[in-house]
């Protein structure tokens, strides 16, 4: 791969992101994002978030760039979400108001996703090692999403008092049965096997057929089709896939639908009552309890309200929905403490605004649901 000398970009471009293109035998060319935060496991960053899409948006005027590929820098991640610190320090500071940091991160971060999600070209995710939070919303947009067998995918905001976010109030609820509410009150570490199922990944390679896959695309009779090129990259992936074996029937996820059915089933009240009484041998099961039990019950709230939304939201409502909800949890919410006790003094011990489901009032949960922006709401255009 070659280093793409674009002025535009580079004066955009951050040492934490790198742009390179490849060649290939069509003359088309392929973009590629390399998060490159290896020691934070490539979380994202506002500066990162300006570059990818300053960057993207010139790849997808360019007719040479027939497709796009996103990889993360080292063996342990994709991306492992966002790089929350600078909200922290921000909502701390400023007790109990929205900030401006944290409209302007997530207004940013979501425009991102939701670039990604409406590209046009194809936009392959290689979502190797963690993929979570910030790098679920990158990987969910993306066209192709291929996932390896050391991926861990998961939403895991519960544990920090926010919500499953990054367009989660689309894909979420577009999971089979309840699926989607399961994993974002419980943080459950996905494998391939599971991210298949729940259509979160569409392609399974092992993490050694990288170089394989680029080579190939490198050989791709890319077209100035987008239809055309979607196809040819489908067709190239599955040849490769079906030399790879994908453990069947892997998946803890799809043998267990019928009891995340039932344990999800009711009222808010009535999954955390039947959450705190199970009774089971299953270790996987026996932590995403746990991992539900010590989260943030404001967060179980808005991961329920969430799922309510069910899928007569559009995309681009989604990410409006979000916006709002996610600088008032920054300020309102339990996000401040749940940092602190997981990222910052690094106790694990986060004391919560409310200690049980039935103890949070309706008025915090309405407060948080609010915009502060009123009519003038920054997604309200966003299509």
Known sequence: MTNLVDKAAHSFATQNVVFQTLATASGKLVGVVTLNVEKALNALDLDMVRAMTVQLNLWKKDPLIAC?????????????????????????????????????????????????????????????????????????????????????????????????????SYFLNRMPGKMGLFLGLTAYHMNAADACYVGLADHYLNRDDKELMFDAMATLDWSDSPALNHQRLDTMINELSNQVDIPKGDSVLAESQEMIDRLM????????TRMSTLSTDEAWLSKACATMLAGSPISWHL??????????LSLAQCFKWELTVSVNVCAKGDFCEGVRALLIDKDKQPKWQFADVQSVPNSVIEDILTSPWGEEHPLSQLS
Do not use: N
């Not at 089933?265 to 955390?272: E, F, H, Q, R």
């Not at 991961?303 to 007569?312: E, H, P, S, V």
């Open 68 to 168: 796009v590929v996103l990889d993360g820098s080292g063996e342990k991640a994709f991306c492992a979400g966002g790089d929350v610190r600078a909200l922290y320090h921000a909502s701390v500071a400023a007790k109990g108001q929205v900030t401006e940091v944290a409209k302007v991160f997530f207004e940013e971060e979501y425009r991102l996703d939701y670039l990604l999600h409406t590209y046009g070209k194809p936009v392959l995710v290689w979502g190797d090692g963690i993929v979570m939070g910030g790098g679920l919303g990158l990987m969910a947009g993306a066209s192709h999403k291929v996932v390896t067998e050391t991926s861990r995918i998961a939403m895991p905001e519960v544990t920090i008092g926010l919500y499953p976010d990054v367009g989660g």
């Open 303 to 312: 991961a329920y309200i969430q799922t309510q939304l069910g899928t007569k």
């Open 265 to 272: 089933a009711g009222s808010l009240t009535d999954i955390v």
